[in-house]
């Protein structure tokens, strides 16, 4: 149950990179990151746009709705240019183990703000169902409440940042 939960709110970028990276092992890990970004860099302009990798991710199987595409981008964008370079890309898949504690919570905190509705501080059903629905997944109000529950701590209804942070951290 836990699993089918977390799989469900999470996105098919993460799930997709998480595949990436872990395919990815020791000295190959740049050929093979230069291979995928030469795959997803379809005009080979040297960087990857929102669209192409909405695109890729179309080839590969997996959905990637316009906000998640443009979120990914957004947040691994470090010169601003609205596309990811190399450096960024391969940052980007490599995730954790270079990023410091403040980034990991400030890229987690985005990821929240996605999933909270204007004015609130947590995610409620509501909240939830809407955010699914933007990504493709239609849930009644109920599947949210029980999603929910499997990572509200406090039985309080709703997840707050903290709980949203062990339920990411799994």
């Known amino acids: 149950m836990m699993k089918n939960t977390q799989?469900?709110?999470s996105s098919?970028?993460?799930?997709?990179?998480?595949?990436?990276?872990?395919?990815?092992?020791g000295e190959d890990k740049n050929k093979d990151l230069a291979a995928?970004?030469?795959?997803?860099?379809?005009?080979?302009?040297?960087?990857?746009?929102a669209e192409e990798l909405k695109k890729s991710?179309?080839?590969?199987?997996?959905?990637?709705s316009d906000e998640e595409a443009e979120a990914a981008v957004k947040l691994s964008d470090l010169d601003g240019d609205g596309m990811l370079d190399f450096e960024e890309f391969?940052?980007?898949?490599?995730?954790g183990d270079e990023f410091t504690e403040e980034e990991q919570k400030s890229k987690i905190m985005e990821a929240f703000r996605m999933y909270i509705a204007?004015?609130?501080?947590?995610?409620?059903?509501?909240?939830l169902k809407m955010m699914l629905m933007k990504?493709?997944?239609?849930?009644?109000?109920d599947d949210c409440v029980v999603m929910i529950k499997a990572f509200d701590l406090n039985a309080d209804g709703v997840l707050s940042f903290d709980e949203f942070v062990l339920m990411m951290m799994r």
Not at 36 to 49: E, L, P
Not at 90 to 95: E, N, S, T
Not at 118 to 127: A, F, K, L, M, Q
Request: net charge neutral; with cysteine; aromatic share 6%.
């Open 7 to 9: 799989r469900q709110l």
């Open 12 to 25: 098919s970028f993460i799930k997709l990179c998480e595949r990436l990276s872990s395919d990815i092992n």
């Open 36 to 49: 995928v970004f030469a795959y997803m860099d379809a005009n080979r302009d040297g960087r990857i746009s």
């Open 57 to 64: 991710f179309k080839t590969l199987g997996e959905q990637l």
């Open 90 to 95: 391969a940052q980007l898949l490599k995730g």
């Open 118 to 127: 204007e004015g609130e501080d947590c995610i409620t059903p509501r909240s």
């Open 135 to 141: 990504l493709g997944e239609s849930r009644t109000t």
